[in-house]
Nanobody, 123 residues
Framework: QVQLVESGGGLVQAGGSLRLSCAAS????????MDWYRQAPGKQRELVAS???????DHVDSLKGRFTISRDNAKNTVYLQMNTLKPEDTADYYC?????????????????WGQGTQVTVSS
């Protein structure tokens, strides 16, 4: 299996910055891509950014220029740099791993989720 542990959340004033980390362990060689999602109170979970094994990144249009996803392959860690934070960014942020077809067959799972880290932006 794969374990994902997020860290770096907290309380910050509007205009401030935070850097979230997601450390992966276990069968990490089976991960094809990793994502950051967020879920605000009373709302559905939404995709924030993605990074593939090849290093290609994607960010939702509304967050481009403020949020940046990156990785450190040696540490099996993915980051989300969040700048110029706004109150509407307040949410629980989750790390997500997508597994390769071969890994799915071995592990019996195609995705894994972290426990989440809370980000609160005050106005």
């Amino acid at each position: 299996q794969v374990q994902l542990v997020e860290s770096g959340g907290g309380l910050v004033q509007a205009g401030g910055s935070l850097r979230l980390s997601c450390a992966a362990s276990g069968s990490t060689s089976g991960i094809d891509a990793m994502d950051w999602y967020r879920q605000a109170p009373g709302k559905q979970r939404e995709l924030v950014a993605s990074i593939t094994r090849a290093g290609r990144t994607d960010h939702v249009d509304s967050l481009k220029g403020r949020f940046t996803i990156s990785r450190d392959n040696a540490k099996n860690t993915v980051y989300l740099q969040m700048n110029t934070l706004k109150p509407e960014d307040t949410a629980d942020y989750y790390c997500h791993a997508r597994m390769s077809p071969r890994a799915r067959g071995v592990l019996g799972e195609y995705e894994y989720w972290g426990q989440g880290t809370q980000v609160t932006v005050s106005s």
